[in-house]
């Protein structure tokens, strides 16, 4: 059945587009960072485990940015986390909103990244500072583990933020979340992979093009999932109309070449160069016709 939706549109633009897309890959790159680390076994995958943390601060440091650009001025995203008003100063935190919630979650993830990016970078470098020291042992296990999970976060509650508006599309499923989490988790493995390709053996190469493949499983679940929703909604053709499946096949075959990753235990020759570029397309593709679409 049709649902009735009362929400303006929000117009949003490119930075917000740039921003869940980054955000998508920042949390992944962490949380794949910390799988090698906590699972990899006798320090295996470490090559790819450094890569994964070092592209992790940088990007999320983009993400307040984006932020700032597309709210206009600096002093409102300030705002979002420093109560200003006389008599109330204080932090500026707010648990029924998804925004405030979300702005505080990516700050934290930026402070946790920023300590491991700063340790892992030092500790390549041969350095034995106390960001070193503090990562060394188990306390930087548990540093880790709370980035993971910031990470998982950071990387799915865009599509949650989505999900509780009032906008046609956006409301009409519960799938957002999971989605924007699995493709993103997509994305980072593929970014990582390729920045890690001359420093990683083949074994690590193997496992982080499978784990893509996986997360293009999931993605491909909830792809379905979404259309479902949509369709019981009756908003399916606010996706697929007006150009839009154009990127649908764009987000088809980034899924595919994944998949076919997972079936072949990974990519060789030509494949191999142009899988990790149509994953991340495909992905950003999947996050500007479900932002765009609906405005």
Not at 203 to 220: K, S
Not at 264 to 281: E, I, S
Request: proline share 3%.
């Amino acid at each position: 059945m049709d649902h009735e939706h009362f929400a303006v549109s929000p117009d949003w633009k490119w930075y917000i587009l740039l921003y869940f897309f980054l955000a998508g890959i920042a949390g992944g790159a962490y949380v794949i960072g910390a799988l090698l680390r906590l699972a990899g076994g006798a320090g295996r995958d470490r090559a790819a485990e450094r890569v994964a943390f070092l592209v992790a601060f940088p990007v999320v440091l983009i993400c307040p940015i984006l932020l700032t650009l597309d709210l206009g001025s600096p002093g409102r995203f300030w705002h979002m986390l420093i109560n200003t008003t006389p008599g109330q100063g204080g932090v500026n935190f707010v648990s029924r909103s998804p925004m405030s919630v979300g702005v505080w979650a990516l700050s934290l993830f930026a402070l946790v990244s920023f300590v491991t990016f700063v340790a892992t970078l030092s500790e390549a470098r041969g350095g034995r500072g106390a960001a070193v020291r503090l990562m060394a042992g188990a306390g930087g296990s548990l540093v880790v583990l709370a980035g993971a999970l910031l990470g998982l976060f950071v990387a799915s509650y865009t599509g949650v933020l989505l999900s509780v508006s009032n906008q046609a599309v956006w409301s009409d499923t519960w799938t957002l979340g999971g989605l924007f989490l699995a493709s993103g988790m997509s994305a980072a493995a593929v970014v990582v992979a390729q920045f890690a390709r001359r420093r990683a053996g083949a074994g690590t190469e193997r496992r982080l093009a499978e784990a893509d493949g996986w997360f293009a499983v999931v993605e491909l679940l909830f792809v379905v999932l979404f259309f479902i929703t949509l369709g019981a909604a009756g908003t399916a053709g606010t996706v697929l109309g007006h150009g839009w499946a154009l990127l649908w096949v764009v987000v088809g075959l980034g899924l595919l070449v994944s998949l076919l990753g997972l079936a072949r235990r990974g990519m060789a020759g030509a494949m191999a160069a142009v899988t990790p570029v149509l994953v991340v397309l495909g992905v950003f593709a999947l996050r500007a016709v479900i932002i765009f679409s609906p405005q």
